[in-house]
């Protein structure tokens, strides 16, 4: 099981970037899909979330910037980043809590994308 995330880049401020993560593997159902950022020497934090449902949530920093989306016939997460500032910068994480069928049985698994990095330049 793995997280592809590509569509990271160098941007200027104001600027648009979509990311996509696409799972695959052995899985069953993905239940929440979301996207983290960490920019160096701080922690890991949150920017949105998209349940199996559609119903999403957002970081108050990117609230009327961003939008997560997904497609559940592609196992595929998106991010839409608009008006991007320089504080956007940062390696962006995908992020997917599923069941993935293995050899003990079906087990729910937390699975990481490798990241991808944002720079958006003033």
């Known amino acids: 099981v793995q997280l592809q995330a590509s569509g990271g880049g160098l941007v200027q401020a104001g600027g648009s970037l979509r990311l996509s993560c696409a799972a695959s593997g052995s899985i069953i159902s993905i239940n929440a899909m979301g996207w983290y950022r960490q920019a160096p020497g701080n922690q890991r934090d949150l920017v949105a979330v998209?349940?199996?449902?559609?119903?999403?949530n957002y970081a108050d920093s990117v609230k009327g910037r961003f939008t997560i989306s997904r497609d559940n016939a592609k196992n595929t997460v998106y991010l839409q980043m608009n008006n991007l500032k320089p504080e956007d910068t940062a390696v962006y994480y995908c992020?997917?809590?599923?069941?993935?069928?293995?050899?003990?049985?079906?087990?729910?698994?937390?699975?990481w994308g490798q990241g991808t990095q944002v720079t958006v330049s003033s």
């Open positions: 992020n997917a809590d599923m069941y993935v069928n293995r050899w003990v049985g079906v087990q729910r698994h937390d699975q």
């Open positions: 998209v349940s199996s449902g559609g119903a999403t």
